[in-house]
């Protein structure tokens, strides 16, 4: 999984950036380089299932984040990185803490203003995009005219229309055939979007409250759209300390666990992301795959050659794996099942491929 985190200039993205991946660069204003880092997805399910094997190595899954430079008004050209049009999705950090010696470029903190214009330059963005390759098509249709071609160009259009109405793409009357012949654009107003309210320290107690306050909380009901509140400043300096000492802080501050937890959560539930694992004495492994995944699609993630030579899938629960210490005593409960390539994988499956190639 890959997320771009974007926002308005000193909204504290960066700082969000380090506390998440715990590589940690100094936020500098106006510098246009981007910053790569990842994150390791905490699973207690993974460390329950290293527990009973002791392999060499627990091996969590992990996502990878992109902090871009931050946007100003009008800025959507800035958004023209090709790295972003990769991502599974977009992080857009807002403001929702005062400084009176970091002002914000808007003048006042205003987190849903700061959403809408952040939803702007990526739908000016995307506009840019689609101009440019209706004008190229136009090219190429006094050369050629195929049905690829003008089914291409219809659904341009019918994106066109959208943008100039102020509708993201995600928000938008896509058919299956529509999006894709999109696939290739990367569309940014397409992607799941995870807002993130960065708060001051006063707001740590209730950060559900300060959601609803802060305006934020009716974005959650769009579709492709999530919302969360993280306190970045004061979360990173927890970061720091001991992992005891980290629980104590947090439980005073009255949050439940840490924000690199909150923010994944949303992140898997945005994207429909689950996990299963795969188990022995050499690893215990954690693989996120959208949920509905075919076994024989999910063996293709750990290798092609799983994939192309799929026989079965051996599935357990990992709970059930955990209470019966093996996987004979599963087969002997009857908790351990033989299942085929169309076999949707749930979430905390164990799972062992079998394959010939």
Same mark, same amino acid.
Request: glycine fraction near 8%; proline fraction near 4%.
């Given at each position: 999984?890959?997320?771009?985190?974007?926002?308005?200039?000193?909204?504290?993205?960066?700082?969000?950036?380090?506390?998440?991946? #715990?590589?940690?660069?100094?936020?500098?204003? &106006?510098?246009?380089?981007? @910053?790569?880092?990842?994150? @390791?997805?905490?699973? %207690?399910?993974?460390?329950?299932?290293?527990?009973?094997?002791?392999? =060499?190595? %627990?091996?969590?899954?992990?996502?990878?984040?992109?902090?871009?430079? #931050?946007?100003?008004?009008?800025?959507?050209?800035?958004?023209? /990185?090709?790295?972003?049009?990769?991502?599974?999705?977009?992080?857009?950090?807002?403001?929702?803490?005062?400084?009176?010696?970091?002002?914000?470029?808007?003048?006042?903190?205003?987190? !849903?203003?700061?959403?809408?214009?952040?939803?702007?330059?990526?739908?000016?963005?995307?506009?840019?995009? /689609?101009?440019?390759?209706?004008?190229?098509?136009?090219?190429?249709?006094?050369?050629?005219?195929?049905?690829?071609?003008?089914a291409e160009r219809a659904a341009l259009e019918r994106c066109r229309l959208a943008l100039d %109405?102020?509708?993201?793409?995600?928000?938008?009357?896509?058919? !299956?055939?529509?999006? &894709?012949?999109?696939? &290739?654009? +990367?569309?940014?107003?397409?992607?799941?979007?995870?807002?993130?309210?960065?708060?001051?320290?006063?707001?740590?107690?209730?950060?559900?409250?300060?959601?609803?306050?802060?305006?934020?909380?009716?974005?959650? &009901?769009?579709?492709?759209? %999530?919302?969360?509140?993280?306190?970045?400043?004061?979360?990173?300096?927890?970061?720091?300390?001991?992992?005891?000492?980290?629980?104590?802080?947090?439980?005073?501050? +009255?949050?439940?666990?840490?924000?690199?937890?909150?923010?994944?959560?949303?992140?898997?539930?945005?994207?429909?992301?689950?996990?299963?694992?795969?188990?022995?004495?050499?690893?215990? =492994?954690?693989?996120? /795959?959208?949920?509905?995944?075919?076994?024989?699609?999910?063996?293709?993630?750990?290798?092609?050659?799983?994939?192309?030579?799929?026989?079965?899938?051996?599935?357990?629960?990992?709970?059930?794996?955990?209470?019966?210490?093996?996987?004979?005593?599963?087969?002997?409960? #009857?908790?351990?099942?033989?299942?085929?390539?169309?076999?949707?994988?749930?979430?905390?499956?164990?799972?062992?491929?079998?394959?010939?190639?």
């Amino acid at each position: 999984m890959e997320f771009g985190i974007l926002g308005l200039e000193l909204s504290g993205k960066t700082t969000l950036f380090s506390l998440l991946t #715990g590589h940690h660069v100094a936020a500098v204003h &106006g510098k246009r380089e981007a @910053h790569v880092g990842v994150a @390791h997805v905490p699973d %207690a399910r993974l460390e329950r299932l290293a527990a009973l094997f002791a392999p =060499r190595k %627990a091996v969590a899954a992990i996502v990878r984040f992109v902090d871009v430079p #931050g946007i100003v008004k009008g800025g959507s050209a800035s958004l023209n /990185i090709p790295e972003l049009r990769t991502m599974d999705g977009l992080a857009a950090i807002v403001r929702g803490f005062v400084s009176p010696i970091v002002p914000h470029p808007e003048e006042s903190i205003d987190p !849903a203003r700061d959403v809408e214009l952040l939803e702007t330059e990526l739908l000016l963005a995307d506009l840019a995009v /689609i101009e440019n390759r209706l004008h190229r098509l136009e090219g190429e249709f006094r050369k050629h005219r195929t049905p690829e071609l003008e089914a291409e160009r219809a659904a341009l259009e019918r994106c066109r229309l959208a943008l100039d %109405a102020g509708t993201p793409l995600r928000q938008a009357a896509l058919s !299956a055939e529509d999006r &894709g012949h999109l696939r &290739g654009f +990367g569309f940014l107003s397409l992607k799941p979007l995870l807002i993130v309210l960065n708060v001051g320290e006063e707001s740590t107690s209730d950060l559900a409250d300060a959601l609803v306050g802060s305006g934020l909380d009716r974005w959650r &009901g769009r579709p492709g759209v %999530a919302a969360s509140a993280v306190c970045a400043n004061l979360e990173q300096e927890i970061s720091l300390l001991a992992p005891a000492d980290q629980a104590a802080f947090l439980a005073d501050l +009255g949050l439940p666990d840490r924000a690199l937890d909150r923010l994944l959560r949303a992140a898997y539930e945005l994207l429909g992301l689950v996990s299963f694992f795969t188990v022995g004495d050499q690893e215990v =492994r954690a693989w996120s /795959i959208p949920d509905g995944t075919h076994a024989v699609k999910a063996a293709g993630v750990i290798h092609t050659d799983m994939e192309r030579g799929f026989i079965r899938a051996e599935v357990t629960p990992w709970q059930a794996l955990v209470e019966a210490g093996t996987f004979a005593a599963c087969r002997a409960h #009857g908790t351990l099942r033989l299942e085929g390539k169309d076999y949707a994988v749930r979430d905390g499956d164990v799972i062992t491929f079998r394959f010939s190639v």
